[in-house]
T-cell receptor, first 114, second 113 residues
Framework: NAGVTQTPKFQVLKTGQSMTLQCAQD?????MYWYRQDPGMGLRLIYY???????DKGEVPNGYNVSRLNKREFSLRLESAAPSQTSVYFC?????????????FGPGTRLTVL | QKEVEQNSGPLSVPEGAIASLNCTYS??????FFWYRQYSGKSPELIMF??SNGDKEDGRFTAQLNKASQYVSLLIRDSQPSDSATYLC?????????????WGAGTKLIIKP
């Protein structure tokens, strides 16, 4: 039982390049999330998927797109990377969306955009 | 004003003492509250969840919730060096018919041997 996995762990991009961050969970969770974490700012929600087949914008969606490929997988795409997107990206999942919204996190992807 | 506020620290506490971490939130509609621990370079992990006013204890950890005053706190008794980490407060509320966690920036805790 691997929990939430993310690839890659580290990535360096040049401005304007594109890439896709992959996330998968094996806990049969319905909801999945993408966050970014910057120093002094806590976790900020980029996009989330409450259930398979749905995606919604979070607090900071500009410059990103997502795909909920199936119940297990939720990918995040940067179409044209910018230095402001240098951050640590975490994928998370939760069983269902309710008042007990415990989220389980992947190990993170450390992205640097030059 | 941020929706969820925490003192960024660092908070330095001697080993064996009680560490007290505080969090305030602005939305009175918030329904439940979480404390996550994050070691440097690692991902957040849940340590406490609370939704009713009062105290909730789990081992050395006690979460306290006061909805009238809109604050939630975390007490760590008999602090150990392994408790040194950043503690994130998260508030669960409904936005656009979906539940979302709103996160504080975290408090860095240092336990001095």
């Amino acid at each position: 039982n691997a929990g939430v996995t993310q690839t890659p762990k580290f990535q360096v991009l040049k401005t304007g390049q594109s890439m896709t961050l992959q996330c998968a969970q094996d806990m049969n969770h319905n909801s999945m999330y993408w966050y970014r974490q910057d120093p002094g700012m806590g976790l900020r929600l980029i996009y989330y998927s409450a259930s398979e087949g749905t995606t919604d914008k979070g607090e900071v969606p500009n410059g990103y797109n997502v795909s909920r490929l199936n119940k297990r997988e939720f990918s995040l795409r940067l179409e044209s990377a910018a230095p402001s997107q240098t951050s640590v990206y975490f994928c998370a999942s939760s069983e269902i969306q309710d008042s007990y919204n415990e989220q389980f996190f992947g190990p993170g992807t450390r992205l640097t955009v030059l | 004003q941020k929706e969820v506020e925490q003192n960024s620290g660092p908070l330095s506490v001697p080993e064996g003492a009680i560490a007290s971490l505080n969090c305030t939130y602005s939305d009175r509609g918030s329904q439940s509250f979480f404390w996550y621990r994050q070691y440097s370079g690692k991902s957040p992990e849940l340590i406490m969840f609370i939704y009713s006013n009062g105290d909730k204890e789990d081992g050395r950890f006690t979460a306290q919730l006061n909805k009238a005053s809109q604050y939630v706190s975390l007490l760590i008794r008999d602090s150990q060096p392994s408790d040194s980490a950043t503690y994130l407060c998260a508030v669960n509320r409904v936005m656009d018919s979906n539940y979302q966690l709103i996160w504080g920036a975290g408090t860095k805790l240092i336990i001095k041997p």
